[in-house]
């Protein structure tokens, strides 16, 4: 037995009132990775084994601290065993040592939003707990009389909430304040050992609410000398009953930048970011904010740089799968034998090469969410069938898997090809075509768009102004002029890169013609060069293309090599370039 089980029932207490204060899991795990003491979700693993390669194994070999956003894409759970079944939002191991060996680690977990926001706003605090923690857990193995632990013991509880930058109350059932840490005090203006009735520090109307809820649960957000809090009530129970209240309060404003914080790391796009007066992104913005609502298919149009993915996520946070995941995936990016398995996922063992674990595929990624499928006229003929047939019956299965599992995602699909003459001419399917195209947008290209090159680029100059920190606050009548006459045939994506260009190379006030001609020249030059490049990569694509529909077979070619007026010889010269 080890020797943090010997001291398990003080561990289970002190995590217990740790919990009860901050609302996260917590579990400690021994040398051997055996679970001593557990709250929340890790209380059922009591006695078993924790992963191995996982944080906590690797804080017990290291001695250091982890702090992981997001563990199953973090590269110190790379090697975890049960990466891909990985709940946790936040992670936090801290090593617990005892006479120079370390002997445990502590794991702070936060497996929803609620928690994950608490560990990410009072990280800090969180990682402080390891020197405290130490001290506690020597004091306890070096100390059994029971009467010194009971000392001990409340003096370890205070450390540990004063560790904490949330305000914690502990009040007892004659409602009066118990303990205050010391975030509070400080910022209440509160005098430590006071003795304070809870009604001196909460307004009446406050308490009234909190009796109501039997001072149970969450209120908020409510108004306390002046600032705003989110107050979290959990009842002390004891053998004998409920001997008190715990009360934590967490500050509301706070709270909110740690959301918009969020929103930005999560790149929530809406359609006031859609740049643009012309009549013809006016009406197809109006177009998108209409079918936001709805979960119908859309099938967007355009050519590329367009912004096509810009539109495919406003209308994804403007509907009602906002809170769910947006899953962009490029069709033409996967080599064709990854394809099913990207998709749909597989099952630990299912191939050569395949993860020990198994793994999810993009439509359980996004099965209550948005997949966004951009460059769709590049899926194959056989990948179209299968990715039909998810669609029509909302279930896949995985590769070398054997049973159903259920996805609805909402389908937003992109292209720069004219997916109407390939269904024609046999290289997309007519019944996935239309399964796709229940709303179709058409996203106009910039040289359509008249003066909103301007409102573009200006836009583009402010942010590229501000991130390289040089003073430019316009263009020259000749330069905008330039702007306006050239045919951008990389649309958006290409103007952005221009205005780049000049702002990292212009040393004036105002961007002239001179860096904007400069740029569009050494493009133009670019395209020149690789014209034949693009002309046998084109006919590369024709030919492999065909072959799909026709078939590999020696007659399959000829009869190709004499639709396409060329002899069979040229055609395999064709393929091999």
Request: net charge negative; proline share 3%.
């Amino acid at each position: 037995m080890s020797m943090l089980n010997n001291i398990k029932g003080e561990l289970q207490h002190i995590i217990e009132a740790l919990h009860a204060v901050t609302n996260v899991d917590i579990t400690i795990v021994d040398a051997s990775l055996e679970r001593v003491v557990g709250t929340g979700r890790h209380s059922e693993a009591i006695g078993r084994a924790a992963p191995s390669n996982s944080a906590f194994h690797k804080c017990i070999n290291t001695g250091e601290q982890y702090f992981i956003e997001n563990p199953r894409l973090h590269s110190i759970c790379g090697d975890c065993e049960s990466k891909d079944d990985c709940s946790e939002l936040v992670e936090i191991c801290l090593p617990i040592s005892y006479e120079g060996d370390i002997i445990g680690v502590l794991g702070l977990c936060a497996f929803d939003g609620k928690s994950r926001d608490n560990l990410l706003n009072n990280r800090d605090g969180y990682e402080r707990l390891e020197d405290q923690l130490k001290g506690i857990i020597n004091t306890m193995l070096k100390e059994k009389d029971y009467g010194k632990q009971l000392e001990y013991r409340s003096s370890e509880l205070e450390t540990l909430i004063n560790s904490i930058t949330e305000g914690i109350l502990i009040i007892d059932e004659a409602m009066r304040v118990a303990s205050v840490n010391v975030y509070l005090s400080e910022r209440m203006d509160l005098e430590q050992g006071r003795g304070y009735l809870i009604r001196e520090i909460f307004p009446e109307s406050i308490l009234d609410k909190l009796s109501s809820k039997g001072f149970s649960g969450e209120l908020g957000p409510v108004n306390i000398r002046g600032e705003e809090y989110i107050i979290q009530s959990n009842p002390i129970i004891s053998d004998g009953g409920r001997g008190g209240y715990v009360l934590v309060l967490s500050d509301f404003g706070k709270m909110k930048q740690s959301v918009l914080k969020s929103r930005k790391e999560n790149e929530i796009v809406t359609f006031e970011d859609i740049l643009g007066e012309s009549e013809a992104i006016k009406t197809t913005r109006r177009q998108a904010i209409q079918v936001a609502g709805s979960d119908a298919s859309v099938l967007i149009f355009g050519e590329t740089g367009t912004g096509k993915e810009i539109f495919a996520r406003a209308i994804h946070f403007a509907g009602n799968r906002s809170e769910q995941t947006f899953q962009p995936v490029n069709c033409g990016a996967i080599p064709e034998n990854l394809m099913e398995s990207e998709f749909f996922g597989y099952e630990k063992g299912s191939f050569t090469g395949a993860s020990s674990s198994g793994k999810l595929g993009i439509f359980e990624v996004a099965k209550e969410g948005t997949l966004f499928l951009d460059e769709i006229g590049e899926l194959p003929l056989g990948m179209q069938v299968k990715l039909l047939r998810a669609l029509e019956q909302k279930e896949i299965i995985r590769v070398g898997g054997h049973r159903g599992i259920k996805v609805n995602p909402r389908i937003i699909s992109a292209t720069h090809k004219d997916l109407a003459k390939m269904t024609r001419d046999g290289y997309f399917r007519e019944d996935l075509f239309y399964r796709l195209n229940i709303v179709p947008l058409f996203i106009p290209p910039l040289r359509e768009r008249g003066y909103d090159v301007l409102i573009l680029a200006r836009n583009f100059l402010e942010h590229f102004s501000s991130l390289y920190q040089k003073p430019i606050y316009g263009f020259t009548p000749g330069a905008e002029r330039l702007l306006l006459k050239y045919s951008f045939p990389g649309n958006i994506r290409e103007l952005k890169n221009l205005i780049e260009y000049c702002v990292i190379f212009s040393n004036e006030s105002r961007v002239n013609e001179e860096y904007i001609s400069r740029k569009m020249t050494a493009s133009q030059n670019v395209d020149a060069k690789i014209l034949s490049e693009l002309t046998k990569a084109y006919e590369r694509d024709l030919i492999q293309s065909r072959l799909q529909v026709m078939g590999d077979s020696v007659e399959a070619k000829k009869e190709l090599a004499k639709q396409l007026g060329i002899s069979i010889a040229t055609l395999y010269r064709k393929l091999e370039q």
